[in-house]
């Protein structure tokens, strides 16, 4: 990593307008003696923060009437950097600026001898104890394109590295535990850890320790130098308890707004209805999402959570096609497959349900699990094991093969025959609107759809109530948005939906949902879901579906 491209080390430049929004917010302002404070930046890159900390340190400094030595001014930052060339163009840019400001070569080298470390934040260990101020642009690195032994490493050490976590959720657990007393963390990252599984734990170690004192929902801002996939958001933490969170909401990326934005959010003041600022009295213990974006939906949502059931505890169940771990292997053209008949079956992709219904492009998947479990013996399927014999050195590359090599042919999910015997409704994971769609008992789904069967309900008439509006209200409250305000249609997210039990349906409205799915007519199945639901006039129009969802977009 120490010689990785910007890619793969997750490298995200902020600019310079936002980075003096968030050294504002946190109070590292030149009115404050900055030289008796200390500032950590925890992957310093280019020095996009480091460098104005250090601006603010030297006017800070020079306004003293009797200023101290510049020598005494090492404990007042440290800035770390992984990557070996960017750490040296950093330690020049910094070294440059101290000159620049007065200070003597002798005593900029010194000061940049110590301020800047290389290293990697999450394993220096020879750190001071606490900082009043931490900002930054912690890196973005799936766990993925990290080695086992390294993730191993940080989930021994970080007890919020959880599921498949980013690398800056532990940048942002030691980043708070080095906070002092009243110190302040300012942040700005992917705002997914907010509401999705693998933030749970780094959510209860906030709300039990910590506070998030603001939060500045960053969607649609050019707050980087390039595009990001996830949207980001700038994050306030602090130790000390005040029971209350400031809320603002996109703000216009030029200087003179947000100063007006942060004079709003640091007013003591109450902020004024319909202001740019709102105010969240409480945020949800433990791991549960936050949902920091109050809203008429939201209220909806929870009016919803209140009255009705989980989507599982109505006799349904939501899952995930199967995952193989070599696609190429394992999937190919149905009648291509050379594999006994009942060794593979026809696969179902998100490229067959574009239009709404299935239309199977031809497909299949190996299947080498028994039906009651376990996997096939290859010596009684000839033809089976020349077809994976063939392609061994793929499927040996793997992971989970070179874990247990003596299951080197199993697909990363187990393939479950009955599934593809029974009706299910299908929904892509990436969509701008929902998307479900009918598929009666004849596919078995790939990894990128998400599944829903019921033992009580007509599928039909789940899939009316679902493309109603009701599953995307759900889903916008708890999903994280992607580039495109595109959504994720999760399993965890899509268990969160609520719906009424089947037997407090009227069959003649479900007979009239079954018949609005099969038409398309979504009038018909708004009017049956507002009463279902019991939704009040300004509720209908809150969920009324977009038009779009009678011709999915791809």
Request: glycine fraction near 6%; charged fraction near 25%.
């Amino acid at each position: 990593m120490s010689q990785a491209g910007l890619e793969s080390r997750g490298a995200v430049f902020t600019r310079r307008e936002v980075v003096e929004f968030i050294l504002d917010l946190v109070g590292y302002t030149i009115n404050r003696p900055l030289w008796n404070s200390s500032l950590l930046e925890p992957s310093c890159g280019n020095g996009d923060f480091v460098l104005p900390a250090v601006e603010r340190l030297m006017t800070s400094w020079t306004r003293m009437e009797h200023p101290i030595p510049a020598r005494r001014l090492a404990r007042c930052i440290r800035a770390i950097e992984l990557h070996q060339v960017t750490f040296e163009e950093t330690r020049a840019r910094v070294s440059h600026a101290l000159c620049s400001a007065g200070i003597s070569e002798a005593d900029a080298a010194a000061l940049t001898e110590c301020w800047l470390v290389h290293g990697d934040f999450l394993l220096t260990d020879h750190l001071p104890p606490t900082y009043e101020f931490v900002v930054g642009n912690p890196p973005y690195v799936r766990q993925e394109l990290i080695p086992d032994a390294l993730v191993s490493e940080y989930r021994a050490r970080y007890e919020t590295v959880f599921d498949r976590a980013d690398l800056y959720v532990p940048f942002i657990e030691r980043s708070v535990k080095l906070l002092s007393p009243e110190g302040k963390l300012g942040i700005i990252c992917a705002d997914r850890w907010i509401k999705n599984r693998y933030g749970g734990p780094l959510r209860r170690l906030l709300t039990e320790q910590f506070q998030l004192h603001i939060y500045v929902d960053m969607v649609g801002t050019p707050a980087f130098h390039s595009d990001v996939i996830a949207y980001p958001g700038i994050f306030v933490i602090g130790r000390e308890k005040t029971g209350k969170t400031r809320v603002a909401r996109r703000p216009t990326i030029k200087s003179c707004s947000l100063a007006r934005l942060t004079h709003s959010i640091l007013d003591h003041k109450a902020p004024d209805s319909g202001g740019p600022v709102n105010e969240i009295s409480r945020i949800p213990l433990g791991t549960q999402p936050w949902i920091l974006n109050p809203s008429e939906e939201f209220t909806l949502v929870r009016r919803l959570e209140r009255d009705f059931l989980p989507l599982e505890n109505a006799a349904c169940k939501v899952g995930i096609g199967v995952a193989t771990g070599a696609d190429k292997a394992f999937v190919g053209p149905y009648d291509e497959i050379d594999v006994e008949d009942d060794r593979k079956l026809p696969l179902v992709t998100t490229r067959d349900i574009q239009s709404g219904d299935v239309r199977w492009q031809g497909l299949g998947v190996v299947n080498p699990f028994r039906n009651t479990g376990g996997l096939v013996p290859l010596s009684e399927y000839p033809r089976l094991n020349r077809y994976l014999d063939e392609r061994r050195a793929d499927l040996m590359a793997r992971h989970i093969s070179r874990k247990t090599p003596s299951n080197w042919y199993r697909t990363i999910d187990r393939i479950y025959l009955a599934l593809a015997t029974i009706p299910k409704l299908l929904i892509p994971d990436i969509k701008g609107e929902a998307h479900i769609v009918y598929e009666g008992g004849r596919f078995y789904p790939h990894h990128n759809l998400y599944y829903i069967t019921s033992r009580k309900w007509e599928l039909e008439a789940l899939q009316a109530i679902l493309l109603s509006g009701i599953a995307k209200l759900f889903v916008s409250a708890y999903s994280t948005r992607m580039r495109g305000g595109y959504l994720r249609f999760q399993a965890q997210y899509l268990r969160r939906i609520r719906i009424p039990c089947r037997s407090s349906v009227p069959d003649s409205t479900a007979s009239l949902l079954v018949e609005a799915a099969a038409s398309r007519d979504t009038d018909t199945c708004n009017v049956a879901v507002a009463e279902l639901y019991q939704l009040t006039l300004a509720e209908r129009a809150l969920i009324a579906p977009s038009p779009t969802l009678q011709h999915p977009g791809p």
